[in-house]
């Protein structure tokens, strides 16, 4: 199967910095990839949208100047984490779904990103 | 807008018994619909997905599913349940746009 990837894995930072988060799509060619956060024993709720070449689309409560989405190649999505603070500590996970020649409304979840923000 | 509940949040089953977890979803239009299992620490594996056709589905690990329009469910069963499949499932549902609703989760606990 197509295969997503996450860069780092997880990440600690001091409070006040920005962190930068990789979703790769490995196999296949990727016009929108969705990132979730998922926090402790929680579900994973939908951030936003990004669609290659266009600005991203946020879910309602979500800080777009906050949360920095770039989806600038067909395998490539950066979620930055702009000014951390403790509460953006979580489990950051991305998915991608294929451009074409996929089953319908297949997508691929990445391994998810750990951020602990000090 | 979609909606998923997982009416059950903890399950505890023997190993070697069967399990069932319940999932009821809203959705306007033909759901896409999915159960997947997250490990501590670790992302979403797949087990299974129904997006038409026959209503019984079977996935990975002998997990099989469910989709009963009438009752707006997609329960997932394992007849017998193993010390490995101790995790957190979820239930999805996708719209057409492919943007996911996941219900809120089911702890597994297998005992010995």
């Known amino acids: 199967g197509a295969v997503v990837s996450q860069h780092p894995s997880w990440v600690i930072c001091k409070s006040g910095t920005s962190v930068k988060i990789e979703c790769r799509s490995l196999d296949f060619q990727a016009t929108t990839m969705f990132w979730y956060r998922q926090f402790p024993k929680q579900s994973l709720m939908l951030m936003a949208t990004s669609n290659e070449g266009s600005k991203a689309t946020y879910e309602q409560g979500v800080e777009k100047d906050k949360f920095l989405i770039n989806h600038a190649s067909l395998t490539l999505s950066t979620l930055t984490v702009t000014s951390a603070h403790p509460e953006d500590s979580s489990f950051y996970i991305c998915s991608a779904k294929q451009a074409s020649g996929s089953s319908y409304n297949e997508q691929f979840f990445g391994p998810g990103t750990r951020l602990t923000v000090l | 807008a979609q909606s998923v509940t997982q009416p059950d949040i903890h399950i505890t089953v023997s190993e070697g018994a069967s399990l069932e977890l319940r999932c009821n979803y809203s959705?306007?239009?033909?759901?896409?619909l999915f159960w997947y299992v997250q490990s501590p620490g670790q992302g979403l594996q797949l087990l299974l997905k129904y997006f038409s056709g026959d209503t019984l589905v079977q996935g990975i690990k002998g997990f099989e599913a469910e989709f009963k329009r009438s009752q707006s469910s997609f329960n997932l069963r394992k007849p017998s349940v193993h010390w490995s499949d101790a995790a957190e499932y979820f239930c999805a549902v996708a719209d057409s746009w492919g943007k996911f609703q996941f219900g809120a989760g089911t702890q597994v606990v297998v005992t010995p």
């Open positions: 959705y306007g239009a033909t759901p896409y």
